[in-house]
């Protein structure tokens, strides 16, 4: 008798087809595997070429550190007018001698004042310039003069006038400068290990000595 029995039915060709399949998924795979490296290699390549792309026209700004500013500065008031001095004391203060000036950064250096029992004031102003403070109760209100203001406390004059050059507009930024001052009445101060340098005052006249 003949053999009746099929050899290539349906099931066979579905097992085949599985087969084919699994293959050509491997070789997708394997072939996306080289095309990554490949990627990858030619993005090596191309960051290791110099690029040729124009550079922006407006690089990042510098902000400076407080490390990289801070610093001390000695001055001697002896014979020097108290505004002139006191203006150029508050420039320090700020910063605004400096390149690396920023306006909402404190980039200034501590300031040393000696002799502040020698500063001057021209004309009539050791008598006409007056100072006002009130102890906050009732008929508290005291006024003495700028001559009398040297006899007791000689540093409050520079003191005084330095506050007032600094622009109260900026805030807090006020009292960060004004700690920074430090005013003694004679040539000896305790700030010698921080090694302050001398400044040379700009063009500040003396009309007059007393």
């Known amino acids: 008798m003949a053999n009746t029995k099929r050899t290539g039915g349906p099931n066979n060709k579905s097992k085949d087809r599985k087969k084919s399949g699994t293959k050509n998924t491997a070789i997708s795979h394997a072939s996306d595997k080289v095309e990554a490296k490949q990627a990858k290699a030619e993005v090596k390549t191309k960051a290791s070429q ?66 502040a029992k020698s500063v001057l004031l021209t004309g009539n102003k050791w008598e006409d310039k007056k100072y006002h403070h009130h102890t906050n109760y009732p008929g508290g209100l005291k006024t003495f003069t700028a001559k009398e203001l040297l006899e007791k406390h000689p540093e409050r004059l520079i003191q005084r006038a330095v506050y007032g050059m600094l622009p109260k507009f900026k805030g807090h930024m006020v009292h960060r400068w ?27 006249g003396i009309q007059e000595r007393t």
């Open 178 to 204: 004004y700690k920074k001052l430090r005013v003694f009445s004679g040539a000896d101060h305790p700030h010698a290990a921080q090694k302050p340098q001398v400044v040379k005052l700009p063009n500040i």
């Open 50 to 115: 110099p690029s040729t792309k124009r550079r922006p026209l407006n690089p990042r700004t510098y902000y400076p550190k407080q490390s990289e500013i801070s610093g001390w500065r000695i001055v001697d008031a002896t014979g020097l007018p108290l505004g002139r001095l006191s203006s150029y004391i508050a420039h320090i203060l700020m910063g605004k001698d400096k390149a690396a000036y920023t306006r909402f950064a404190d980039t200034g250096d501590h300031v040393v004042v000696i002799n």
